[in-house]
């Protein structure tokens, strides 16, 4: 229609913007696309470095909490939870993760942190409504999504991650809302020979 000429003036302007808006959508699906097929296929080309999850959630927290200024954020984080990764990677990984939770905490968004024995373990959890239990199941595949969830993407990427990294993430239904449960060895053992 705007190549025609069929649509002038603010109905052409409102088009392009839409054509705008969808091209940015389709060039982060992309990207993630080509992310999460990256970590899949390449986890032997990580950056691996001493990596401090404790202080890498305080400044998560400092980034991500001005996406929704109402929710209130309670950290219970060891002093050091150092582990040997990719930071980068993890970084996105927990990113993802958060960002989940935030769309859908009511008021509250929970990280706890601490050593257990030979890896670290990370819960995040939020206050809002449970899981649909059929979705669970299936909440790291790629392409599943809840009602609010935007490509289905986020949380294959962060499982792609946790796993390059010889990690496991899992989710339940507590009573107060959501759980994550991350657990990241502290050694690095994901080198492919």
Known sequence: GLIEGVFQGPQAEKGLSIIMEESKRLEKVVGQLLYITKIE????????????????????????????????????????????????????AFVNIMENQLRYANSRLTISG?????????????DGPPIEEA??????????????????????IARAVLEAHKG???????????CFTMIVPVEFKGRMN
């Open 135 to 156: 979705l669970l199941p299936h909440l790291f595949q790629r392409f599943r999504k809840g009602k609010s969830g935007k490509h289905g993407l986020g949380l294959a």
């Open 41 to 92: 296929s390449v986890s032997q080309m990580m950056q691996v470095d001493r990596v401090d999850l404790s202080e890498m959630m305080h400044l998560l927290k400092q980034r991500l909490s001005v996406l929704n200024p109402q929710i209130e954020w309670e950290l219970n984080l060891a002093d050091d939870l150092i582990v040997e990764g990719d930071g980068e990677q993890l970084s996105t």
């Open 168 to 178: 496991t993430i899992d989710a339940r239904n507590d009573p107060d809302g959501p």
């Open 114 to 126: 601490r050593q257990a024995g030979k890896s670290v373990v990370v819960t995040i959890s939020n």
